[in-house]
């Protein structure tokens, strides 16, 4: 597998890792609605076919919140590649995303 | 009846409801507990209890009063809080187990975290209202809740998180505790007091002269009477108890039923039948002069009616009370076993005087005692100053006299003068004052004992010898005599010269009395006598008078016969 999408700002770190990514969200409020337009642009422009994203609404699987140890919304968490990071917020700050997520130079 | 609108007028009226805490004296000073269906602060420093405070909540909450309760925890992991709670006897497990109780615990790894634009803190609202609605909770506890400040780094948006989040608390109904660090002159570092205005309660934890109190005070109760003063408190084995100090008023009940002292001689000094119940005694007295063994013979006598007794031993440990005892004949063991006396041994150094206060007061609860000894209170002075300790006292006063129960304080004067005051100052506060006090005369040392006060009640004006010997304790009346009090073997002498004085009288009048017979005697025989010459001069008399009219007789016939013999001559 592992065809590089060598779109122009990402470099070669990506190589044969794939991205698995979840973001939880509130239902449809106006930062989860951002959020998920923001994370979907990013993926698609930088990580193309090499990812998942699983959006998860909290409010209808509420012992998740406890269980992933949620307490601001919304969150994105990187479980894949190590190490996990976790992001929260409407993701609108771009250079932030990708440079935590390893995708910048 | 234009009284009657007034009155549905006042019964209308609604008071704020409240959630009882069920923690012991707290309840008293917020007049019911806490502000039901809002959210309260609870702040203070490191380690002055707010953790504890807010889980006794609820527990109690869940074992007591049958409300669920979810304790939020910010600061420790759910088991370190079940392991930390357990020395109070606190099953968390169990309790989760029963769904009375759900623990969670909010963990933020700053350095795991990015921050990347707008954000809410709705995790917590779902994660909180999800644990509520699973068991039905009542009470909440957000245990610090602070932390989100230095866990994230958007202060406006907390800030306005927090705010959105004690309204929805409120909304949802359930009584919430909020802990929060003591801040540099604020009541929490992040000014949560902003956020809960309802109910503020301030710990403290003061140090001193090396000796640690805990302290309680309530800043702001909105819609509610509370106390306002600092409340000490406890932390101990069955969790926290909190003493309401001073009862403002002195309308406690009065008994006029009498309490034997178990000193008989002592009760008669007392207008015969000893202590009002539900009196103060203190007895004072120098080093030496048998406070102890008062205090031990009417803890004795109590416990032999068949009352409870609390001992407060200061200065001696329990065993060494009940050896001294059996040496004047009072064995104290047999009322252990029984289960009606009970020692309680410490140092007054132990903790503070409130902390003393307060044990004091939670024991007097928990044994319900007719009879309280404190000996001595002398050694108080050791941690706290004179007023400090007069100050306890009084609501220690106040406290057992509200409950009926009979005190009696021994002290330790320092000189041998009679003080107006006793060094604690508490000779003014107490209803019975008895004062022992050595009497040093001819070379021996002896007891004498006062009685300085005793209110409403007749009282000996008079000194007694206070004798301790094998068989106990007696008051003996002491010897006024030319040179002033005697006493000990003084008294005695008096006592056998006194005896020799009476063998020497009474002989006296024994020869007296012969006297007087003898003198009798001689005049009875003069008597006699004379009795015998009157007789022998009236025979003489008789005797001559006899003579006379016989020869009267005779003369009278020989003259008839010579007549006759005449007339027949013729």
């Excluded at chain 2, 006598?301 to 007794?309: A, D, F, V, Y």
């Excluded at chain 2, 002896?446 to 005793?454: H, I």
Aim: proline fraction near 3%; charge should be negative.
């Amino acid at each position: 597998m592992n065809e590089l999408p060598n779109t122009s700002g990402a470099k070669t770190a990506i190589e044969s890792e794939r991205f698995v990514l979840r973001l939880f969200v509130t239902g449809a409020s106006s930062n989860s609605v951002r959020a998920i337009s923001n994370i979907k642009e990013i993926c698609e422009k930088y990580l193309t076919d090499n990812y998942s994203l699983e959006i998860i609404d909290v409010y209808q699987q509420k012992d998740i919140a406890e269980k992933e140890q949620i307490i601001a919304l919304p969150l994105l968490i990187k479980n894949f590649p190590l190490p996990e990071r976790r992001f929260m917020g409407d993701m609108s700050d771009t250079d932030r995303v990708l440079k935590e997520l390893g995708l910048s130079s | 009846m234009s009284s009657e609108p007034r009155h549905n007028l006042n019964r209308t009226v609604k008071l704020l409801p409240k959630s009882p805490t069920g923690i012991l004296g707290l309840d008293k000073i917020t007049d019911g507990g806490l502000p039901l269906g809002r959210p309260t602060l609870i702040c203070g420093g490191a380690g002055c209890g707010k953790t504890l405070f807010a889980m006794e909540f609820i527990v109690r909450g869940a074992l007591e009063f049958n409300e669920p309760g979810v304790f939020m925890a910010f600061e420790e992991k759910a088991e370190e809080l079940t392991v930390n709670v357990a020395s109070l006897g606190f099953d968390l497990e169990q309790l989760q187990a029963d769904k009375m109780i759900k623990l969670d615990h909010v963990y933020i790894e700053r350095s795991e975290i990015e921050e990347t634009g707008e954000y809410d803190l709705d995790g917590i609202f779902i994660r909180l209202g999800h644990a509520i609605d699973s068991i039905g909770a009542k009470r909440v506890v957000l245990d610090t809740i602070e932390n989100l400040f230095a866990s994230l780094s958007n202060q406006a948006i907390i800030r306005a998180e927090l705010r959105r989040l004690f309204q929805w608390l409120k909304d949802k109904n359930v009584t919430t505790i909020i802990t929060g660090e003591k801040g540099d002159g604020t009541f929490t570092r992040h000014g949560l007091e902003e956020y809960v205005s309802d109910c503020v309660i301030l710990l403290d934890h003061r140090v001193a002269n090396q000796i640690s109190t805990r302290l309680l005070r309530i800043v702001k109760y909105r819609g509610s009477y509370h106390g306002t003063n600092e409340y000490p408190f406890l932390i101990d084995k069955d969790g926290i108890s909190v003493l309401p100090v001073t009862a403002l008023t002195l309308d406690h009940e009065v008994s006029t039923v009498r309490v034997s002292s178990g000193i008989p001689s002592l009760d008669r000094m007392l207008g015969g039948q000893g202590f009002f119940k539900g009196s103060s005694v203190l007895v004072s007295g120098t080093a030496g002069t048998g406070k102890t063994s008062i205090a031990g013979y009417f803890a004795n006598e109590t416990c032999n009616r068949g009352g409870r007794c609390i001992y407060f031993a200061f200065e001696e440990s329990p065993k060494q009370i009940i050896r001294n005892m059996l040496s004047i004949g009072v064995t104290l063991q047999q009322h252990i076993d029984s289960g009606l006396l009970k020692f309680h041994a410490s140092r007054p150094t132990l903790n503070g005087l409130e902390m003393h206060l307060v044990s004091i007061h939670k024991l007097v609860e928990e044994f319900k005692p007719q009879t309280v000894i404190l000996d001595p209170i002398t050694n108080l002075i050791t941690v706290g100053s004179v007023s400090e300790v007069k100050t306890m006292l009084i609501r220690l006063i106040d406290f057992l006299q509200s409950e009926q129960i009979t005190v009696m304080f021994t002290a330790l004067t320092l000189n041998n003068i009679v003080n107006e005051q006793t060094d604690e100052g508490v000779s003014s506060l107490v209803d019975a004052w008895l004062l022992v006090r050595d009497i040093e005369f001819n070379g021996e040392r002896n007891r004498g004992m006062y009685v300085m006060k005793s209110r409403g009640m007749k009282h000996s004006n008079q000194v007694r010898e206070f004798v301790i010997s094998d068989e106990g304790l007696n008051l003996v009346d002491v010897y006024l005599g030319p040179e002033g009090v005697l006493t000990g073997s003084a008294r005695e002498a008096q006592r056998l010269q006194e005896v020799t004085s009476d063998v020497l009288k009474d002989h006296a009048i024994t020869r007296k009395d012969m006297e007087i017979n003898r003198k009798r005697k001689v005049l009875e025989s003069k008597i006699a006598s004379l009795k015998e010459e009157f007789d022998s001069v009236q025979d003489e008399l008789n005797k001559s008078y006899i003579e006379d009219q016989l020869r009267k007789s005779v003369v009278d016939q020989n003259r008839e016969q010579l007549t006759r013999n005449r007339h027949s001559g013729e």
